[in-house]
């Protein structure tokens, strides 16, 4: 089977990685089309993944919608004498393309970025994909697994802690350390939310540092004052570091999924975590994220967490009571996409089927 992959941002090239890698070594031919976007192509080239570039965006949201169009049609010339079979992909950009191609197309959903693109790509995949905890409907197309997007590559058959990572960092003796993630909120499903401003990250910064070591992980670029805390490895081993955390305070979804599926208590400061489904299960099902849209409440939870003893040992042990109750993304991702049209018929007949990947 031949597969073209739209790999448009960094976490999706996470997602796709492990998928990608068991598809080829089954024999299967794939093209992965990337979006010069943020640290997508440097991750692609880091997981060896040969790709070609159809989208440069520009930095602006209004001009990412604007551009949208012509990237889509440069997707097309490119793909449209590959004899591409399947198209796979997230969002409008794969969806577009294998309409004009006239072929089927596999859309995986993890969250609702806004209505309008919703509206624009669900009539046209022919199969939807998502985590059952995604509370929308999204009819008969909609296929929902129980699993997270972030188990196909944090998955313990995937992911092997490696504390050199945290052994270059400069730690003292004994000393906990946090990792504060601030998002830059420069993609078109950002419009109309924020999070941490300039003085909130500095008063996390004042207030965690009397309780531990802080690292700033950011997507955009940070304050003079606030330098000398920005976390230096390399950006795919960030991984690694958020394993052995004592927590992680994010204004970003993804991260935080990362951090929970870790084990690493996570708390997540955001103006839609408490209508998003992952978040929603992950805090009311697990108890490893928390929540806020308070900063002086999550200030003072962070320290009450910080303060208690063993609090790394119950959140891995909530953790792994998660990953014995979900099943191996990739795996069920692979013989999905592998076997479909067939793969949906079977899912379609018996939806529980999928525990087999457990």
């Known amino acids: 089977m031949k597969i073209a992959f739209f790999i448009n941002t960094a976490a999706q090239a996470h997602f796709f990685k492990n998928i990608i890698g068991a598809l080829t070594q089954k024999g299967h031919d794939l093209i992965v089309l990337a979006r010069n976007y943020g640290e997508t192509l440097y991750l692609l080239r880091t997981f060896n993944l040969p790709h070609v570039v159809y989208s440069h965006p520009p930095a602006s949201k209004y001009g990412k919608i604007l ?7 440069s997707a097309y010339r490119y793909l449209r004498k590959s004899g591409v079979t399947l198209i796979v992909g997230t969002g ?3 969806v577009y393309t294998a309409l004009l191609l006239k072929k089927p197309n596999l859309l995986f959903m993890d969250a609702i970025s806004t209505s ?3 509206s624009l790509t669900r009539r046209f995949a022919d199969v939807i994909v998502t985590p059952s905890n995604l509370t929308a409907d999204l009819g008969e197309k909609h296929i929902r697994i129980n699993s997270f997007k972030e188990l196909a590559y944090l998955h313990p058959a995937y992911f092997h802690p490696d504390r050199t990572m945290v052994a270059q960092l400069p730690i003292a003796e004994g000393k906990k350390f946090v990792v ?4 830059a909120f420069d993609a078109t499903h950002d419009f109309g939310t924020g999070g941490f401003g300039r003085t909130e990250r500095r008063d996390l910064v004042h207030e965690l540092s009397k309780h531990g070591q802080v690292f700033i992980s950011s997507e955009a670029s940070v304050s003079n004052d606030l330098n000398e805390y920005v976390l230096r490895v390399p950006r795919e081993r960030i991984h690694h ?5 004592d927590m992680l305070i994010a204004d970003t979804g993804t991260m935080v999924t990362e951090a929970a599926l870790l084990g690493t208590p996570a708390i997540c400061y955001h103006p839609k975590a408490r ?6 299960e992950l805090e009311e099902r697990y108890q490893l994220v928390l929540t806020f849209q308070d900063m002086p409440r999550l200030i003072e939870k962070a320290i009450g967490l910080l303060t208690q003893k063993g609090l790394k040992e119950q959140w891995k042990a909530k953790k792994e009571r998660l990953i014995h109750e979900k099943i191996d993304m990739t795996l069920f991702m692979t013989w999905f996409i592998e076997n479909y049209p067939e793969s949906l018929k079977t899912m379609k007949r018996d939806p529980a089927y999928q525990k087999v990947f457990i």
């Open 275 to 280: 209508t998003i489904g992952n978040f929603i």
């Open 241 to 245: 570091v958020l394993y052995y955390a």
């Open 180 to 183: 504060l993630r601030f998002n």
């Open 92 to 94: 409008i950009y794969s």
């Open 116 to 118: 309008l693109e919703l």
């Open 67 to 73: 551009v949208l169009p012509s990237d889509i049609l």
